[in-house]
T-cell receptor, first 115, second 114 residues
Framework: DTEVTQTPKHLVMGMTNKKSLKCEQH?????MYWYKQKAKKPPELMFV???????INESVPSRFSPECPNSSLLNLHLHALQPEDSALYLC??????????????FGPGTRLTVL | DQQVKQNSPSLSVQEGRISILNCDYT??????FLWYKKYPAEGPTFLIS?????DKNEDGRFTVFLNKSAKHLSLHIVPSQPGDSAVYFC?????????????FGTGTRLTIIP
């Protein structure tokens, strides 16, 4: 299984809603990532989890709250978002071992629209 | 501060010819470089990578060249096929104990003309 899955595929939410994005991989990878991609822009790193511990937070606003319940799952909890947070949210995973190739495998993304 | 740059936003190439996509970087701490291909409404797909200790890596129709002194890399696709039409992102890594922060370029939209 070389797939990273993300649910939901699309999400529309109001600014007062609370929602969660989910990501799953069964490749035995120990590093998982959240990226945000706006139209015609490159993916921008938000968070990195290594061995289920948060290792990088790229100064993301607290209305985005990541969670890594186990080595296969990664969640992104959303609360009080702004319309400018509308974007494609990508999850990725990699082996997470020191050295070596460690290329990241991406999921298909969740298209988020904040009204 | 754009540390990874792809100066050509778009490129059109005839089917069967060579496609050359370019990427420049500024951070000398980058030690690993990757190319990703992205179709609309899908996540990026890993294509090929190169370590900073090499200057060339080849995988089938794809070859990546690295010129460290010029801080420049390029992806060659030959022969180009219609299915290669996509947005290509160059990405660079400065390693940190196995979890890499990837810095992406702005992307080049490649169109293969049948």
């Amino acid at each position: 299984d070389t797939e990273v899955t993300q649910t939901p595929k699309h999400l529309v939410m109001g600014m007062t809603n609370k929602k969660s994005l989910k990501c799953e991989q069964h490749m035995g990878h120990r590093a998982m990532y959240w990226y945000k991609q706006k139209a015609k822009k490159p993916p921008e790193l938000m968070f990195v989890y290594s061995y289920e511990k948060l290792s990088i937070n790229e100064s993301v606003p607290s209305r985005f709250s990541p969670e890594c319940p186990n080595s296969s799952l990664l969640n992104l909890h959303l609360h009080a978002l702004q319309p400018e947070d509308s974007a494609l949210y990508l999850c990725a995973s990699s082996r997470g071992q020191p050295g070596g190739r460690n290329e990241q495998f991406f999921g298909p993304g969740t298209r988020l629209t904040v009204l | 501060d754009q540390q990874v740059k792809q100066n050509s936003p778009s490129l059109s190439v005839q089917e069967g010819r060579i496609s050359i996509l370019n990427c420049d970087y500024t951070n000398s701490m980058f030690d690993y470089f990757l190319w990703y291909k992205k179709y609309p409404a899908e996540g990026p797909t890993f294509l090929i990578s190169i370590s900073s200790i090499k200057d060339k890596n080849e995988d089938g129709r794809f070859t990546v060249f690295l010129n460290k002194s010029a801080k420049h890399l390029s992806l060659h696709i030959v022969p180009s096929q219609p299915g290669d039409s996509a947005v290509y992102f160059c990405a660079a890594r400065a390693s940190n104990f196995g979890n890499e922060k990837l810095t992406f370029g702005t992307g080049t939209r490649l169109t293969i003309i049948p």
